[in-house]
């Protein structure tokens, strides 16, 4: 099979709804045909439909105590200083470089500068009542080359970071890897290399050496499907592959990382839990769509949940079908070696749940769209799909680890706006669903607004703003938006109002 997903121009996956709501476009888990007749069907169990309307109570909504409130971002998108203290390049100071990658040509410098504000930050997150916040690590700080040498200032600063973050009362949920890997490493074929998942799991005992005293959250590997969809099947994150079955490969090899670096956590003795980060949603068939989208659910979802929690994976992910991931499936069989599936199933401490929104499939196999999307078009807004996911993974993993949602928001609807009414709804309406399901037995235990800042935003740039706190770019002066002073309460009271 060619590892082309298509002979035209590649069509990355969130923006598939940008192109129109129920056009059928060719991409990378859509076919432009009907469904064949034959063929092996599938065993996932996709939402039958939408929860029918739910209305929340007239009273608040509370959560159980302790309940983890925080918010999250990531290094490459807010720290800047990409160039200092021995840093070294990594796949998105190349891709942010190159001329039409990025919409409005920004990079990754300086972002929000948080690599120089971050005492200041914390304060923000004080002030806002913030009891845990999600940061990821450079790779590129810790180990310039992906592989050899340390750099000890790149550690001593998370190291400052963390310190400052326990002194102020604020738990630490330390993602190791969210998207920006070594050059080097991907100049040796990146996550399509085998070694890749090796050369992790150093970094990540590293880390663990160098942190591992602190009681904290660890994240081991952010949205492996995002970095593999859309990065090395598709062309609009870094690397830009372009190229199917090397998405499936990275598939395998950022799982098989996750699994060697819980090996390595449970080696070092270090404090806390770990886990890994998946961006998981709902797949809605339309009209008699149940095989392609059960089909479409076990590549957006059971690809990445089966192996994780069931040491399996799913045997209609991958192949030329309607909602298949279009990789040849002899190809990743032969990359899952004796013995990979036990280390990538090995008992996670938490399973972290990032949700954005739905997908719906119709009888051929395309998107499309069922809901309002924000201003990121590839996002279906539907917070009743949060209470749906969260109540699927209760049922068909009754085995999982407790869940934390650790990515959850949308881009400002009116750019730049610091009354962002908007947001505050989308956080209520989500985190009244939250609620919803813990009230149904789901074991949810945090929840982190993204994101605490605006920033950097892959290959949109500067113009999409995700923040609660809005950015002047120019001075970097920070301004909670009124999503901000909603959560701020939210987090007092323990408890969301109608």
């Given at each position: 099979m060619s590892a082309r997903i298509h002979d035209g121009p590649f069509v990355d996956r969130r923006t598939v709804l940008q192109l129109g709501g129920g056009l059928a476009v060719m991409g990378l888990l859509a076919a432009c045909t009907g469904d064949p007749a034959q063929g092996p069907t599938s065993t996932a169990t996709p939402t039958p439909t939408p929860s029918g309307p739910w209305t929340p109570p007239a009273e608040p909504m509370a959560f159980p105590k302790g309940f983890v409130w925080g918010?999250?971002?990531?290094?490459?998108?807010?720290?800047?200083?990409?160039?200092?203290?021995?840093?070294?390049?990594?796949?998105?100071?190349?891709?942010?470089?190159?001329?039409?990658?990025?919409?409005?040509?920004?990079?990754?410098?300086?972002?929000?500068?948080?690599y120089r504000l971050w005492e200041s930050d914390l304060e923000l997150m004080v002030s806002l009542g913030l009891t845990s916040y999600r940061f990821s690590v450079a790779w590129p700080r810790i180990v310039p080359t992906g592989s050899g040498a340390t750099n000890q200032r790149g550690i001593d600063f998370y190291r400052?970071?963390?310190?400052?973050?326990?002194?102020?009362?604020?738990?630490?949920?330390?993602?190791l890897y969210h998207w920006d890997?070594?050059?080097?490493?991907?100049?040796?074929?990146?996550?399509?290399?085998?070694?890749?998942?090796?050369?992790?799991?150093?970094?990540?005992?590293?880390?663990?050496?160098?942190?591992?005293?602190?009681?904290?959250?660890?994240?081991?590997?952010?949205?492996?499907?995002?970095?593999?969809?859309?990065?090395?099947?598709?062309?609009?994150?870094?690397?830009?592959?372009?190229?199917?079955?090397?998405?499936?490969?990275?598939?395998?090899?950022?799982?098989?990382?996750?699994?060697?670096?819980?090996?390595?956590f449970r080696d070092s003795g270090a404090v806390g839990d770990i886990g890994i980060a998946l961006n998981l949603?709902?797949?809605?068939?339309?009209?008699?769509?149940?095989?392609?989208?059960?089909?479409?659910?076990?590549?957006?979802?059971?690809?990445?949940?089966?192996?994780?929690?069931?040491?399996?994976?799913?045997?209609?992910?991958?192949?030329?079908?309607?909602?298949?991931?279009?990789?040849?499936?002899?190809?990743?069989?032969?990359?899952v070696k004796?013995?990979?599936?036990?280390?990538?199933?090995?008992?996670?401490?938490?399973?972290?749940?990032?949700?954005?929104?739905?997908?719906?499939?119709?009888?051929?196999?395309?998107?499309v769209q069922l809901y309002p999307t924000s201003p990121?078009?590839?996002?279906?807004?539907?917070?009743?799909?949060?209470?749906?996911?969260?109540?699927?993974?209760?049922?068909?993993?009754?085995?999982?680890?407790?869940?934390?949602?650790?990515?959850?928001?949308?881009?400002?609807?009116?750019?730049g706006a610091i009354d962002d009414d908007d947001r505050v709804v989308f956080l209520r309406e989500h985190l009244q669903q939250a609620a919803r399901a813990i009230g149904e037995g789901v074991d949810l235990r945090g929840y982190y607004a993204w994101s605490l800042l605006d920033n950097f935003e892959w290959a949109r740039g500067m113009t999409q703003r995700w923040g609660i706190v809005h950015v002047d770019f120019d001075t970097q002066e920070r301004t909670p938006k009124a999503s901000a002073d909603w959560y701020s309460g939210v987090i007092t009271a323990n408890a969301v109002a109608p």
């Open positions: 918010s999250a971002t990531s290094a490459f998108q807010v720290e800047g200083s990409t160039a200092v203290d021995g840093r070294g390049p990594s796949i998105w100071d190349t891709f942010a470089q190159a001329p039409g990658n990025i919409d409005d040509g920004s990079t990754g410098d300086p972002a929000a500068d948080h400052r970071l963390v310190d400052g973050l326990v002194d102020r009362g604020i738990r630490p949920a330390i993602t890997l070594p050059q080097p490493l991907q100049d040796a074929g990146g996550w399509t290399n085998r070694e890749t998942a090796s050369r992790f799991a150093e970094y990540a005992a590293v880390m663990f050496e160098a942190l591992g005293d602190v009681d904290a959250t660890w994240l081991t590997i952010n949205e492996p499907k995002t970095t593999a969809y859309v990065g090395y099947a598709g062309t609009e994150h870094a690397p830009g592959a372009g190229d199917a079955d090397q998405g499936a490969a990275a598939v395998h090899h950022q799982l098989l990382a996750h699994g060697l670096a819980v090996q390595a949603q709902p797949i809605y068939p339309v009209g008699q769509a149940q095989k392609p989208a059960a089909r479409a659910d076990s590549s957006e979802n059971r690809l990445f949940l089966d192996p994780v929690l069931l040491g399996t994976y799913p045997d209609d992910a991958i192949g030329d079908r309607s909602g298949q991931l279009h990789a040849d499936p002899a190809t990743f069989t032969a990359l004796d013995g990979d599936l036990e280390i990538i199933s090995a008992p996670c401490d938490v399973l972290a749940v990032q949700y954005y929104g739905v997908g719906a499939v119709n009888d051929s196999g395309s998107w990121a078009g590839w996002q279906q807004v539907h917070a009743e799909g949060l209470y749906d996911l969260l109540t699927r993974l209760k049922r068909d993993y009754p085995g999982a680890p407790p869940l934390l949602i650790t990515e959850n928001g949308i881009p400002d609807v009116r750019a």
